[in-house]
């Protein structure tokens, strides 16, 4: 019981302030969306919800490569967080995405009857690309103003993610979802 107490002592304080995840891997990633792409964020748009209590954006996406599911050629991704008629809205955690950038995203349904995807297990299925001057691509899921909480330790730590190149990323999301 006293070590719950000092466990709750450390994390409740992290959780009032930031957002803190139970860190997933590439292949729970997989198995737990229904969709995996590459693509590109053509636009964004933010509103309301109905309640008006909470501001979404929605971004639709180019899709270039489905690697699990099928896909269309665009897609609409819905996350918290935004800006509308001057008030802004941040989840830490939660990046938005800007016209031009390019991401694997790990999707699933939303539980909104808005037709959009979310992105699975908040920012660790969203994947921003880099490329290289030397040609080479890397992606990463890390945020720091985000927390990862270490289940075998019970410590809270910044989240750090996964950076690996892409083609190890999506031989992984392959090799998952063939299970």
Request: hydrophobic fraction near 40%.
């Amino acid at each position: 019981m006293r070590r719950l107490a000092y466990l709750l002592s450390l994390v409740v304080p992290t959780l009032l302030f930031a957002t803190t995840v139970v860190p997933m891997g590439v292949e729970t990633l997989t198995r737990m969306s229904t969709n995996v792409v590459e693509g590109r964020a053509v636009d964004s748009t933010s509103q309301w919800n109905p309640e008006h209590t909470f501001i979404f954006t929605y971004t639709h996406f180019e899709v270039r490569r489905a690697l699990k599911g099928q896909a269309p050629n665009t897609i609409m991704v819905r996350q918290i967080g935004g800006t509308v008629d001057g008030i802004t809205q941040k989840v830490a955690g939660v990046r938005q995405w800007r016209q031009g950038e390019e991401a694997v995203l790990f999707l699933q349904p939303s539980s909104l009857p808005d037709g959009a995807l979310v992105v699975t297990g908040l920012m660790q299925g969203n994947f921003q690309m880099r490329r290289t001057p030397a040609g080479q691509t890397y992606v990463s899921n890390g945020m720091p103003e985000a927390f990862e909480y270490q289940a075998a330790t019970g410590g809270v730590s910044s989240y750090r993610g996964n950076t690996m190149r892409l083609e190890e990323l999506e031989s992984r999301i392959q090799k998952a979802a063939e299970k």
